[in-house]
């Protein structure tokens, strides 16, 4: 079994900066792929960035230049720095992780950014 846990989330005010943690547990053999989505209220989950056990990445073009994400294979770690935000940032995050090949999702952390 495979369990992710999130941390990181919070209020911060815009023009502001969180980081992300996902961190992966369990029996972990192979690890194909780590991703955040966020979902706002009444809109539909949306991917935010993804990356590769290669370490390739796709960034969505709304967080492009402001958000980074980046992993630590040892630690079956994923991070999301997140600069410049916006109010429209603000969304349930969510990591999946592409374990043993199967979807694991965490438990969601709230991103909110407001004065």
């Known amino acids: 079994q495979v369990q992710l846990v999130e941390s990181g989330g919070g209020l911060v005010q815009p023009g502001g900066s969180l980081r992300l943690s996902c961190a992966a547990s369990?029996?972990?053999?192979?690890?194909?792929?780590m991703g955040w989505y966020r979902q706002a209220p009444g809109k539909q989950r949306e991917l935010v960035a993804g990356i590769t056990v290669g370490g390739s990445t796709n960034i969505a073009d709304s967080v492009r230049g402001r958000f980074t994400i980046s992993r630590d294979g040892a630690k079956n770690t994923v991070y999301l720095q997140m600069n410049s935000l916006k109010p429209e940032d603000t969304a349930v995050y969510y990591c999946?992780?592409?374990?043993?090949?199967?979807?694991?999702w965490g438990q969601g952390t709230q991103v909110s950014v407001s004065s």
């Open positions: 369990g029996s972990i053999f192979t690890t194909i792929w």
């Open positions: 999946r992780q592409t374990i043993n090949y199967a979807d694991y």
